[in-house]
């Protein structure tokens, strides 16, 4: 999780021109109807499936709690990333990163105990 977690915070530290295509369809596409919307959301879908998947992995491995919900985590590690994106580069706070990591060491602590 840690590997994937540090993955998307260098992507999002990247000020490349257009920033994160998958964001940004997200909310032009978002209340759209067609196959280019069911292709974005099957491949959001996807996402969140392998970080459930990898979580699975940690819970068999017993790094997390077996009651552990994958589902939630990969939904509140999605809520933390695209709150990252939104503070770092719409909002250019300094402390974005800084929040971002407090807030995936507290999903992690969350899941352990």
């Not at 257009?18 to 596409?29: D, I, N, R, T, Y």
């Not at 997390?64 to 919900?69: E, H, P």
Request: glycine content about 6%.
């Amino acid at each position: 999780m840690r590997e994937l977690f540090e993955r998307w915070v260098r992507s999002g530290l990247d000020r490349a021109p257009g920033g994160c295509l998958f964001v940004k369809a997200s909310a032009e596409l978002d209340e759209q109807v067609g196959p280019v919307r069911a292709k974005l959301a099957r491949d959001h879908r996807d996402l969140y499936d392998t970080i459930a998947r990898v979580f699975r992995t940690g819970i068999d491995a017993g790094h997390f709690r077996a009651d552990a919900d994958p589902d939630q985590f990969a939904t509140d590690l999605d809520g933390v990333m695209l709150a990252f994106y939104h503070w770092h580069r719409l909002l250019d706070d300094e402390l974005a990163q800084t929040r971002a990591r407090r807030a995936f060491e507290a999903l992690l602590l969350a899941a352990r105990t």
